[in-house]
């Protein structure tokens, strides 16, 4: 079979779901190498910073990393700003919902508030509100999600750190997304629609 005959998927067979699961199977082990794709398209993009958004993801990944932080902080840091070519107004989500079903929830969590939580750092120049985090004091991750932005994210902008390049994460981030911890279907099993409180 080179492609199934269904025009809407009501009418597939299962033999022709068999043979999509084999293709898709394919195309979620080369899910590695698309994202190193999308970090490396980040080179370039953050204009009017010192720094280039790969290389300022590349600079929280190589300090968590060298701080001995566990596999799922370092990947975390490494794609965290992955969603903002395509998600400008909520990239935060997207790098989230990526990571997702390969880190834990903690992760997922302080992730998807980061962009939040980066607001006390700069909000009040420009008219924002800078403790926009405190939304989220009562919440058993909140000290996680500020730690995070404090040591991996805010303090890296700096040209002079001497950063590894993206060549030294591919082999762990061929290894953290070769599986996943649970893949859609157990996701929805478990949690529905709402898995996660904001
Ligand atoms: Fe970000
Ligand atoms: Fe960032």
Request: aromatic share 14%; glycine share 6%; proline share 3%.
């Amino acid at each position: 079979m080179q492609k199934v005959s269904f025009t809407k998927m009501e009418e597939g067979t299962a033999k022709e779901y068999a043979f999509l699961d084999e293709l898709e199977l394919q195309y979620k082990s080369e899910l590695a190498d698309r994202l190193i794709d999308a970090l490396t398209k980040l080179n370039g993009s953050l204009s009017g910073y010192q720094i280039s958004r790969l290389d300022h993801s590349l600079q929280g990944a190589t300090r968590a990393h060298r701080a001995g932080e566990p596999l799922e902080i370092v990947m975390a840091v490494l794609f965290h700003d992955i969603g903002d070519e395509l998600a400008t107004y909520s990239h935060s989500e997207m790098a989230a919902a990526i990571l997702r079903p390969f880190v834990s929830e903690k992760v997922y969590w302080i992730v998807k508030h980061h962009g939040v939580f980066q607001m006390y750092y700069y909000a009040h120049h420009c008219g924002g509100d800078r403790n926009a985090r405190d939304q989220f004091q009562s919440n058993i991750w909140y000290e996680d999600a500020v730690r995070f932005c404090h040591i991996y994210d805010q303090n890296c902008f700096d040209p002079s750190y001497d950063n590894e390049g993206l060549d030294f994460f591919i082999p762990m981030i061929n290894k953290f997304f070769s599986k996943p911890k649970s893949d859609d279907k157990e996701e929805v099993a478990r949690y529905g629609n709402n898995k996660l409180s904001d």
